[in-house]
């Protein structure tokens, strides 16, 4: 029999290894592709428990349980335990929330694997990006033919999680934007300003027509929010902008806006003030109202369309004013950082102002463009605190 000690070692050894770490860089693909190609959400989370988070619990887990994240995960987990909390006081079952949490912390243990062999991570999230880029070919490919045909705006879906537009365009999105700021936009910028040029231009052209062919404003506000850090945070400003207004330019000249427009305002704001009414006269400000039982927002919305709103509604301030807390350690530490993948993470970040029912839940498409992204960033932070992220990998 090994002793507890010798266990530990063996396990820690196992999780360390180069071996392992591509296995979990395969197996995260393969769960990230699956909200493309699988219809069904129980074999994708299956794909996740079975083939990711297993092992990572196992192994994972014993190699990273005495590595210093920062004070950003504390805080997170203070917003997660300010969840829980706010459950049990409203009367409503924790251990769905709780195991959801536990789901997101196994993400982060195998993630900080994942990233220790950084060419195999590299390799996964390349073959990410290109089907990313396929299936935003398909979508315009479609766009161009339905609105040849009918000479109207038309608003594509694909399949599986994808079938939801604002999903696919925030996949692709943050894929597609993912690769330009951490991989190609650094290495273009040693090579000159025209190859820069031109490689920004590609970057925000196809990144807009994703934003046009879904009609996802949600979307929109991700690319405005990555491309605003970028131009805060990176290099040649001046360039950038001058691209960005351009591309505005082209955008208004063109008509192209009034795809976006084309929905109205979805019952945005009259789902807010449903809400806020709720929180006011049925719910409590501290616990936030129950999850069982609820009505509908405005007699036909299941939740409030807005991740931020939802957290507050949801848990009162015992959840709002951790996961606040969170939100500024997380945008200070970017800033200061200047960590690509916190650029690239202000895509999910903005992109559920508008969308999304809360931010913890079982494994779903807010998972690609909202937690990989801010949990890569939250490892960045750890790595080089005091450097230029890790755009190197």
Avoid at 305 to 315: F, G, K
């Amino acid at each position: 029999m090994l002793s507890d000690k010798k266990a530990t070692e063996w396990l820690e050894s196992i999780g360390r290894s180069p071996r392992f770490s591509r296995y979990l860089n395969i197996a995260l693909l393969l769960f990230l592709l699956s909200f493309f190609f699988l219809d069904s959400s129980k074999y994708r989370n299956n794909i996740y428990y079975a083939l990711f988070a297993f092992p990572a619990l196992v192994f994972a887990v014993a190699a990273v349980w005495r590595k210093d994240f920062g004070p950003c995960v504390f805080v997170l987990l203070v917003y997660f335990l300010g969840g829980l909390v706010a459950q049990w006081l409203a009367g409503d079952a924790v251990i769905g929330l709780f195991k959801h949490q536990v789901y997101l912390l196994l993400l982060l243990c195998g993630l900080t694997l994942c990233v220790e062999q950084s060419v195999f991570f590299k390799r996964a999230a390349l073959v990410y990006v290109g089907v990313c880029a396929v299936f935003a070919c398909v979508a315009f490919y479609k766009w161009q033919y339905m609105f040849g045909a009918s000479d109207a705006f038309p608003r594509i879906t694909l399949y599986a999680a994808a079938a939801n537009p604002v999903h696919a365009s925030l996949m692709i999105l943050v894929g597609w934007v993912g690769f330009w700021m951490i991989y190609a936009l650094p290495r273009l910028l040693e090579r000159g300003r025209f190859a820069y040029l031109a490689g920004f231009c590609l970057m925000l052209g196809v990144a807009f027509v994703v934003c046009l062919v879904f009609q996802s404003r949600s979307a929109l506000l991700g690319l405005l929010a990555a491309v605003g850090a970028w131009l805060v945070l990176g290099r040649e400003r001046g360039l950038s902008l001058l691209l960005v207004g351009v591309l505005i330019f082209l955008v208004m000249a063109t008509g192209a806006y009034e795809a976006l427009l084309s929905r109205g305002g979805s019952y945005r704001v009259e789902i807010w003030q449903d809400a806020i009414t709720r929180l006011h006269e049925d719910c409590s400000w501290i616990a936030g109202c129950a999850q069982t039982g609820n009505s509908l927002y405005l007699g036909q919305f299941h939740h409030a369309h807005s991740a931020y709103l939802s957290i507050l509604v949801d848990t009162g301030l015992l959840g709002a004013i951790p996961f606040i807390t969170f939100a500024g350690i997380y945008l200070i530490l970017g800033v200061k950082t200047r960590s690509p993948w916190f650029m690239v993470s202000l895509v999910g970040w903005a992109g559920v102002i508008a969308s999304s029912n809360g931010l913890v839940d079982s494994p779903r498409p807010l998972w690609i463009y909202f937690w990989l992204p801010t949990l890569m960033a939250l490892l960045d932070y750890r790595r080089q605190p005091k450097a230029q992220g890790i755009a190197a990998l």
